[in-house]
């Protein structure tokens, strides 16, 4: 679990309106985006590549805390594919990126892919654990209509 509490209400924290963007939108946003995953959010490195291989910080949730299965990087990043497809992203920032996309596997775990502005189009992601109980379900309902 999560060393800070994260559950909050933060507007820019939302999944952007299907309606706003086309499939053929989609597609060309995932062509310019890329899942990179970060050594901060690893207790296993899997095969990602980072160098050091672990960096976790006591700040930062983990993908694969204990009790949680690794998740390898072909899955993070069809995850991360699946949620630009169904539209499952916040709405465009000013560089026309957005900040956050969401997925869902197949176990209903729900994933949060985020940016920063210093690598604009390269994300990193981690599970939504149980003091995101809200944001959980907010997602899983969003995935389920799409």
Same mark, same amino acid.
Do not use: M, S, V
């Given at each position: 679990m999560s060393a800070r509490k994260r559950e909050g209400n933060r507007p820019g924290r939302r999944v952007m309106a299907q309606n706003r963007s086309t499939p053929a939108q989609r597609e060309e946003l995932l062509a310019r985006l890329s899942y990179v995953g970060s050594a901060h959010?690893?207790?296993?490195?899997?095969?990602?590549? $980072?160098?050091?291989? /672990?960096?976790?910080?006591? /700040?930062?949730?983990?993908?694969? &805390?204990?009790?949680?299965?690794?998740?390898? &990087? &072909?899955?993070?990043?069809?995850? $991360?594919a699946d949620g630009i497809r169904r539209g499952m992203f916040s709405a465009p920032t000013a560089n026309g990126l957005p900040k956050y996309v969401w997925g869902v596997d197949t176990h209903g775990d729900v994933y949060e892919a985020?940016?920063?502005?210093?690598?604009? &189009?390269e994300y990193h992601g981690y599970r939504l654990g149980d003091d995101e109980s809200d944001m959980r379900r907010y997602v899983?309902?969003?995935?389920?209509?799409?």
């Open positions: 959010h690893k207790r296993r490195p899997g095969d990602y590549g $980072f160098q050091p291989p /672990t960096n976790p910080r006591a /700040t930062k949730d983990l993908c694969d &805390a204990k009790g949680q299965r690794p998740i390898l &990087a &072909a899955e993070a990043a069809q995850l $991360f985020k940016t920063r502005p210093e690598l604009e &189009a899983i309902e969003e995935w389920n209509r799409r």
